[in-house]
Each structure stands twice: as C-alpha cells, then as structure tokens.
C-alpha cells in the first residue's frame, strides 16, 4: 500500500546521500540544525551549552572569520581552539568551523568535525581542493553571486580529490534588494535536488541579516525540503562580537528545532534513537497534534454553528465512515478498528467541546 507523502517531500525524486559530520547524519531522516555564535569569542562554551540545550546537533565553531572590513573582529583564531576542545567535550557534539586557507585545515583538522567554505571561498580552488584531500566532510556555501552550476562545479573540485563528504549549503545571493542582507534563493532547494544527491543545507542568518527574520526563512526552508540549517544563535546577541544583528535568542533557536522536528514527523520515516531522542519526538509529535485538535476543535464549533441554523443534524454517519477509511490508509500500522476507536473518539470529544452542541441539544 502507497501513502501519498505530504507535499513537503514530494519533490525528492532520487535518494539523497547521506554525508557525517561526527555522529550526525545530513541528508537522512531528520533535519540537523547547526548553530553557534557566528564567531568564537571569550564566552563561547556558555554560548555553545546554550545551544545544546536548544537542540542545536552540531555547533558553529568559526575561530577564523573572514569579514568585510579589515579593522572588524576577525575571531580568536588560534586562541580560541581549546575553546572548541571544552565545548565539544562538554555538550558531545560536533563542531564545524571555516579555514581561510589551506594551511588552516591542517591546525583545524584535529579540534573540529566538519569544514565549512564560506562564501567568499566558493572559487578559492587551491582550498576547495586541499578540503578535498583532507577527506574531511565540507559543508560548502554558495558564493554570493554563483550560479547552480558555479557552486555544483566548486563542490567538484572537492569530490574530484576523491572526497564524496560535501554538504551544499544556500545563504542567500545578491540581488537589487538592499532591505535583507541577502536574498534567500529557496528556489536552489528543489532545483538543486534535481540536479545532485549532495544533500543542501540553508543558512537563514547571512540571508536575512537581522534576526526577526531568521525564523520565516527558516521555516520556508524547512518547508521547501532542506536537509540541514544552519543558524547564528548567541545567548546575548546585542554583546555577539560579530554579526549581533542577525544573532537568534535560544529561545528561538529551540521553537526553530521544533518546527523541524514536528515537519520531520510528518514527512520522513520514524526514527529509532536513543530512549531519550525517541522521547524528544514523542513530546513534540504530542505537542503538535493537540495544538491542531484545539484547532479541530474550534472548526467543529463553527460547523455546528451553521448546521443549527440549517437545523441539519448534529452527526453525518457517512462523512464519519469517510474519515475512519481515508485515516486507515494513512496510519496502516495501527489498522482499521484502532483507527476507528481513536477517531470516533476525535470526533465525540470535539463535539462535546464545542458550545454549539449543547445549543444544538437545548434545541
Ligand atoms: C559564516 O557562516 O560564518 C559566514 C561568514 O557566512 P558567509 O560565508 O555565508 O558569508
Ligand atoms: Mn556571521
């Protein structure tokens, strides 16, 4: 029996390859958020804790920042390695973080997970090469005006080393509008998929370049069917030394994770962890399909309205049968008579809720 996906996956028409950063897999069965400060500065194991707390799966680790302007702070450097060792040792997760050259790789290789190619770098090909052949998974952005075939042709001069480990990531490009940082091309999510296995990951913050943006790009990322995100988050972002405009709370950070986590739920196998992950999913699986009964619930209401004017009856037994049939289809692990229990009891609890029943019973 084929259950029509719902929407949101509905475009992924080749299996996409699953690369490892760590432990954590990008392009398999859930949607790994990557966050961090944008760059590692005094306090930065507090900042990565608070991260891990959020559900952050893998930590921002950039000690090198390549910026604008020459007189802007341009990160710990190697100062601020141990920094990585702590946080990486007290939250177990991996770390990523960005060499500017090809000699960073060397000192990076030994305190971080994966390596991560800004923008600036998409055509710095002796880097792209030397990332390569240090067989280390790259998390490759798209330069800032590059075209799907630039940024698909930079990802070759990784994989043509023999390393097959490249996250692509989107960050917006540069268009005529001046309001948003960078135009999120979310368009690149579903092209792209059609155009490699690499799985593509999002990074709202350098696109909107102000933080009450960040979730709605987020969001429409998710929903477009991004593999990973990867998002500026700092516990205090007026203090962030470096791109504090654009620094999510981790308050938001974690309603962020739970949107992935909620669409994940809904659109790609059950994932079996850890006693605790399960749980996790549980929670918000729980979380999301009583915030739509109480939406349910509200929409009987306002039918029950409109029959009582009508004076149509209360219940329709062929509408209900519907329900119970099209359900079945959806849920065949729990089968036909569980689903008729559970939706029948949908059903009367909602109509018990809505005060337009017991109008309709007065009358
Ligand atoms: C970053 O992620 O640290 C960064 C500098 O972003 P970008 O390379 O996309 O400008
Ligand atoms: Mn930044």
Redesign the pocket.
């Known amino acids: 029996m084929t259950i029509e996906p719902l929407l949101i996956s509905a475009t992924r028409q080749h299996e996409t390859r699953r690369v490892s950063i760590g432990a954590v897999e990008v392009g398999g069965d859930t949607v790994p958020v990557i966050a961090g400060p944008?760059a590692v500065e005094a306090g930065y194991v507090e900042h990565a804790i608070a991260a891990h707390r959020a559900g952050a799966s893998v930590l921002r680790g950039c000690v090198l920042k390549p910026r604008t302007r020459p007189g802007s702070f341009q990160g710990l450097g190697h100062a601020g390695l141990p920094l990585l060792d702590e946080a990486r040792r007290v939250t177990g997760l991996p770390v990523i973080a960005e060499p500017l050259a090809a000699e960073d790789i060397v000192v990076l290789r030994d305190h971080v997970d994966a390596l991560l190619i800004g923008a600036r770098s998409m055509h710095n090909t002796p880097l792209l090469r030397a990332a390569g052949q240090s067989g280390m998974t790259v998390i490759l952005k798209r330069g800032m005006s590059a075209t799907y075939d630039e940024w698909l042709a930079a990802a070759d001069y990784i994989i043509t080393e023999g390393n097959r480990q490249v996250v692509l990531c989107e960050r917006g490009i540069r268009t005529f509008e001046t309001a948003t940082r960078n135009t999120l091309d979310v368009s690149a999510i579903a092209v792209l998929r059609d155009m490699t296995d690499l799985p593509i990951a999002v990074d709202p913050?350098?696109a909107a370049g102000n933080a009450r943006w960040v979730p709605s790009l987020a969001v429409a990322a998710l929903a477009a069917g991004a593999d990973a995100l990867l998002v500026?988050c700092h516990p205090d972002p007026p203090s962030s030394l470096?791109?504090a405009a654009q620094a999510i709370t981790p308050q938001v950070l974690s309603r962020i994770v739970q949107t992935s986590l909620s669409l994940c739920a809904m659109t790609r196998p059950a994932v079996v962890g850890s006693v605790a992950g399960c749980r996790t999913m549980i929670d918000t699986i729980d979380d999301a399909v009583f915030h739509m009964l109480e939406y349910r619930a509200a929409l009987v209401d306002a039918v029950q309205r409109q029959k009582l004017e009508a004076t149509l009856p209360v219940r329709d037994r062929e509408r209900e049968h519907e329900i119970v049939d099209r359900l079945s289809r959806r849920a065949p692990r729990l089968g036909e008579q569980r689903v008729d229990r559970l939706v029948h009891a949908i059903i009367d609890e909602c109509l018990d809720a809505a005060p337009a029943s017991s109008e309709a019973a007065v009358a």
Request: proline share 0%; charged share 35%; aromatic share 0%.
């Open positions: 944008c913050s350098h500026e470096c791109d």
